[in-house]
């Protein structure tokens, strides 16, 4: 299955760089994270991906955490067309935790932004949150 998978998050001039690339590859430990720079002294910290298999570490927090439903929810709800939008509170995900919030107003220091762009959506969505009676992941293997 093709996908690409981007996550970003603001760097504000008060937190520490290594803080903010720990929670992104708390949650995608297999990205190189990348640092790209604005003039209002703000940057972004930025990843990319390919694959099932560079969503794995997130898949299983979301099941280590036992927030399957809870996720499978917001997903589908981020899910428009081709591309799934998802936000991630940066603090939590520090932690090595998932929890999921809104664009604005509920990860203080701004959210993780997470966009999965795939001819499959459907197929994503229960990869990271089957639900019950799917039998669990072993039926996803990358092709």
Do not use: W
């Amino acid at each position: 299955m093709s996908m690409r998978v981007s996550a970003e998050a603001i760097l504000n001039p008060t937190e520490d760089e290594s803080k903010v690339t720990r929670a992104l590859l708390n949650i995608f430990p297999d990205a190189k994270v990348e640092k790209v720079s604005k003039a209002d002294g703000v940057g972004i910290m930025r990843l990319h991906g390919s694959g099932l298999s560079f969503l794995a570490t997130f898949r299983s927090l979301i099941k280590q955490e036992r927030i399957r439903g809870a996720a499978r929810k917001v997903i589908l709800a981020g899910t428009e067309g081709q591309r799934i939008m998802i936000y991630l509170h940066k603090q939590a995900a520090f932690a090595g935790r998932v929890s999921f919030c809104v664009p604005f107003g509920e990860s203080p220091q701004g959210p993780i932004t997470v966009r999965i762009d795939t001819a499959s959506p459907e197929l994503v969505v229960d990869y990271l949150a089957s639900q019950r009676g799917q039998g669990g992941f072993q039926r996803f293997r990358e092709t």
